[in-house]
């Protein structure tokens, strides 16, 4: 049986949200973000281990108390320019660090992701735990998109038919997460999911819904605080 391992990059700065302090470190509902994301994640019984994959410079960890995590938590120092170049570091340093099989589920969720619920992530592993290529939590796109030009004018209104905003965790098996992230250069891919579909790959969308939000600007600290407040 394989088995099940959770990832979250948190090496970036989060400079949209215009904060001196990582954006993953900002107060929310009287924790740093991060805390809600790795609490859902630690208390999920399927889950062996919770990596996170910090930078190497982060002096801001080590002033929060992580200790209810002990059992799972297991950090790692070694994260990179992008995201996709910390998973693909935070991969390897996990081989290292613990006992990952080829064929264990990696699930990697961002640290922005704060109001991730049990119940989307058993949905997420019951589906995917049998399928062969793996997934991801995902929402189909209810509003009219516009692509617009150089100047912000609306060149065209495209059709939303068929389309999905990707979330997170995506869920894909350590080595094909592995030879994916590796062919991609750790640069290119602004998901797990891309670098998986440039092997000719199918990932399975898993439906989500929009209060496993991404907090990009500050005004979604507001969002976000409402739904972790009625759960």
Not at 133 to 154: E, N
Not at 186 to 212: C, F
Request: hydrophobic share 45%.
């Amino acid at each position: 049986m394989a088995n099940f391992f959770a990832l979250i990059p948190a090496a970036g700065s989060g400079s949209r949200m215009g904060d001196e302090l990582p954006k993953q470190y900002l107060t929310l509902a009287g924790k740093p973000m991060i805390y809600h994301a790795l609490k859902t994640l630690c208390d999920a019984p399927r889950i062996v281990s919770v990596f996170v994959v910090l930078a190497p410079n982060d002096g801001e960890w080590a002033r929060h108390d992580w200790s209810e995590f002990s059992g799972k938590l297991v950090v790692l120092e070694c994260g990179g320019a992008t995201r996709a170049e910390s998973v693909l570091n935070g991969l390897k340093a996990a081989w290292e660090a613990s006992s990952v099989r080829g064929d264990d589920w990696i699930l990697v969720h961002d640290a922005a992701r704060p109001c991730l619920g049990a119940a989307q992530l058993d949905k997420l592993t019951d589906e995917l735990a049998d399928d062969e290529v793996g997934g991801l939590l995902a929402v189909p796109v209810a509003d009219t998109l516009k692509r617009g030009d150089t100047g912000r004018r609306v060149e065209r209104t495209e059709s939303r038919e068929n389309l999905w905003q990707a979330q997170t965790p995506q869920m894909f098996r350590y080595k094909l997460l592995m030879e994916a992230l590796s062919m991609s250069g750790g640069v290119a891919m602004t998901d797990d999911a891309g670098a998986i579909e440039a092997l000719g790959l199918r990932p399975k969308l898993v439906l989500s819904d929009a209060r496993n939000l991404k907090v990009t600007y500050p005004q979604d600290l507001v969002l976000a605080e409402l739904i972790l407040g009625n759960p």
